[in-house]
């Protein structure tokens, strides 16, 4: 049994002693993001250590990595407590994913003061690469688009552009340059989002704004295209329909409110194709609503999964996921909710293919199985990066990447860094990430074998029974 598996939850007082060395007080930036924010009154010491990588420090028992993550079904594959990124780091934030034409793969760090990007082509043994400078906040965001990557915080300074084309040959990445428009709006950003389908790039929330929205045709230069401004957004997810009725439509999702999201919490659905005049289609809300924070389409577009950032400990005591069918988008419908049982604050929901990822806060990542039940799944596989409790408090996990073609799977933790992980898929027989005929493949040439890594069941032998389990799980 590995460390990853083999301890539940620590006490306090046992996580202390398992990294005393590294735990150390940071001063930190108060740039404000939505009023009362509960991150700030929240904040906790950073974990310091040396990184940690299965590859290279080793698997199993040793290193920093031993101090106490429990988990069930993912494994850890690499670990960068914020000090690796440098001097200064106070607190991780929010991270992305970016895959070259070469097919390397990278995984994009906010941090504190900048943003990192690091190679995870081979999990176990991943580098950090370059590290851009940025102003100082507890807040930050990063997006991609063709080999460009955006940053912008709520310090302010615009957003950021990066150049990662030569991430691949010299590892290293360039400022282009800072783009702050339109002169007379804030200069803060809560959050981005691209429809990378259409090229366009949408700042969401920052000194009490809704969406700015901007063009992409110079990936290199995003051009101010204009706004939509009735009520505070904080964060969007904006689709190109390609089919059925609203074929040819951008539709953006907003996660909004009134008073910079305190007042009137719901899902609006806006028609952003024409920049000059975006139109509401639609505002659905839904019982126990606190602050409706974020959410994700599934991949057919038919339904949306909610989280609210302020619902847990107040009106629902677990980890409740809202599920909202928006199939007819001027008339949207909650058709139920979902938990876990846990009680830590869920904060952001990614879907790729039949699984959810939620980045949970002080539960860590937790994956749920689409396959069965769209409104219902059950919870499969998790990894907690914050070992003390699952309280409803604003430490751990702030968010989670999950769409590199490799299975691999990164989060950036607000106190811990980033982690880089793989999901176990029982049926992976060779550990690639999916259940396909590569697995099948070696189960048949291992057929009656006394167990072996095609036992899938453990009962001394690769027989039909194993064969089964593994057509169950087949996902490539």
Same mark, same amino acid.
């Given at each position: 049994?590995?460390?990853?598996?083999?301890?539940?939850?620590?006490?306090?007082?046992?996580?202390?002693?398992?990294?005393?060395?590294?735990?150390?007080?940071?001063?930190?930036?108060?740039?404000?993001?939505?009023?009362?924010?509960?991150?700030?009154?929240?904040?906790?010491?950073?974990?310091?250590?040396?990184?940690?990588?299965?590859?290279?420090?080793?698997? &199993?028992?040793?290193?920093?990595?031993?101090?106490?993550?429990?988990?069930? &079904?993912?494994?850890?594959?690499?670990?960068?407590?914020?000090? %690796?990124?440098?001097?200064?780091?106070?607190?991780?934030?929010?991270?992305?994913?970016?895959?070259?034409?070469?097919?390397r793969e990278y995984a994009i760090m906010g941090l504190s003061n900048g943003t990192a990007f690091v190679?995870? %082509?081979?999990?176990?043994?991943?580098?950090?690469?370059?590290?851009?400078?940025?102003?100082?906040?507890?807040?930050?965001?990063?997006?991609?688009?063709?080999?460009?990557? =955006?940053?912008?915080?709520?310090?302010?300074?615009?957003?950021?552009?990066?150049?990662?084309?030569?991430?691949?040959?010299?590892? %290293? %990445?360039? #400022?282009?340059?800072?783009?702050?428009?339109?002169?007379?709006?804030?200069?803060?950003?809560?959050?981005?989002?691209?429809?990378?389908?259409?090229?366009?790039?949408?700042?969401?929330?920052?000194?009490?704004?809704?969406?700015?929205?901007?063009? #992409?045709?110079?990936?290199?230069?995003?051009?101010?295209?204009?706004?939509?401004?009735?009520?505070?957004?904080?964060?969007?997810?904006?689709?190109?329909?390609?089919? &059925?009725? =609203?074929?040819?439509?951008?539709?953006?999702?907003?996660?909004?409110?009134?008073?910079?999201?305190?007042?009137?919490?719901?899902?609006?659905?806006?028609?952003?194709?024409?920049?000059?005049?975006?139109?509401?289609?639609?505002?659905?809300?839904?019982?126990?609503?606190?602050?409706?924070?974020?959410?994700?389409?599934?991949?057919?577009?038919?339904?949306?999964?909610?989280?609210?950032?302020?619902?847990?400990?107040?009106?629902?005591?677990?980890?409740?996921?809202?599920?909202?069918?928006?199939?007819? #988008?001027?008339?949207?419908?909650?058709?139920?909710?979902?938990?876990?049982?846990?009680?830590?604050?869920?904060?952001?929901?990614?879907?790729?293919?039949?699984?959810?990822?939620?980045?949970?806060?002080?539960?860590?990542?937790?994956?749920?199985?689409?396959?069965?039940?769209?409104?219902?799944?059950?919870?499969?596989?998790?990894?907690?990066?914050?070992?003390?409790?699952?309280?409803?408090?604003?430490?751990?996990?702030?968010?989670?990447?999950?769409?590199?073609?490799?299975?691999?799977?990164?989060?950036?933790?607000?106190?811990?860094?980033?982690?880089?992980?793989?999901?176990?898929?029982?049926?992976?027989?060779?550990?690639?990430?999916?259940?396909?005929?590569?697995?099948?493949?070696?189960?048949?040439?291992?057929? &009656?074998?006394?167990?072996?890594p095609a036992d899938l069941n453990g009962d001394g032998s690769v027989n039909s029974a194993d064969l089964?389990? #593994?057509?169950?799980?087949?996902?490539?």
């Amino acid at each position: 049994m590995t460390f990853v598996s083999r301890l539940g939850k620590l006490s306090a007082a046992c996580a202390a002693l398992a990294i005393p060395a590294f735990l150390m007080i940071a001063t930190v930036g108060t740039a404000q993001a939505h009023e009362g924010d509960l991150k700030l009154r929240d904040r906790q010491k950073p974990v310091r250590g040396p990184m940690w990588r299965e590859s290279i420090e080793g698997a &199993g028992e040793g290193g920093v990595a031993g101090g106490g993550f429990a988990s069930s &079904g993912v494994a850890l594959k690499a670990w960068f407590p914020l000090n %690796t990124f440098g001097t200064g780091v106070q607190n991780g934030n929010s991270c992305w994913g970016w895959v070259s034409p070469n097919g390397r793969e990278y995984a994009i760090m906010g941090l504190s003061n900048g943003t990192a990007f690091v190679d995870i %082509t081979d999990p176990g043994a991943s580098v950090i690469k370059s590290f851009q400078p940025g102003v100082s906040s507890l807040w930050r965001d990063v997006r991609t688009h063709s080999h460009y990557c =955006y940053a912008a915080s709520e310090g302010g300074a615009g957003i950021q552009v990066f150049d990662m084309s030569q991430l691949d040959t010299l590892g %290293t %990445t360039t #400022l282009v340059r800072t783009v702050n428009t339109p002169n007379g709006t804030s200069a803060a950003t809560h959050t981005l989002a691209i429809d990378n389908d259409s090229g366009y790039l949408y700042r969401a929330g920052g000194g009490g704004n809704g969406l700015r929205m901007y063009s #992409l045709a110079d990936p290199s230069n995003p051009t101010y295209v204009g706004a939509w401004t009735p009520f505070y957004v904080h964060e969007a997810q904006v689709k190109t329909y390609t089919t &059925g009725p =609203y074929a040819g439509k951008q539709i953006a999702f907003c996660y909004s409110g009134l008073n910079n999201g305190w007042v009137s919490p719901a899902v609006r659905i806006v028609d952003v194709t024409n920049k000059a005049a975006p139109v509401l289609m639609s505002t659905t809300t839904y019982p126990g609503a606190r602050y409706c924070h974020q959410g994700w389409l599934d991949d057919r577009g038919r339904y949306i999964y909610i989280n609210d950032e302020l619902d847990e400990g107040d009106t629902v005591s677990v980890t409740t996921t809202i599920v909202m069918d928006v199939s007819n #988008l001027t008339a949207p419908v909650v058709v139920g909710t979902f938990t876990n049982g846990n009680t830590a604050v869920g904060h952001n929901i990614y879907v790729k293919g039949s699984r959810l990822y939620q980045a949970n806060y002080r539960s860590g990542v937790r994956i749920f199985d689409l396959g069965g039940s769209q409104t219902n799944p059950p919870e499969v596989a998790w990894f907690d990066t914050y070992p003390t409790d699952d309280n409803a408090n604003f430490n751990g996990l702030w968010n989670i990447w999950p769409y590199f073609p490799s299975g691999t799977v990164i989060g950036s933790d607000i106190e811990r860094g980033l982690f880089v992980w793989r999901e176990i898929l029982r049926g992976d027989i060779n550990s690639d990430g999916s259940v396909n005929s590569a697995d099948l493949g070696i189960l048949l040439s291992s057929w &009656g074998a006394s167990g072996g890594p095609a036992d899938l069941n453990g009962d001394g032998s690769v027989n039909s029974a194993d064969l089964g389990i #593994l057509l169950s799980a087949w996902r490539s």
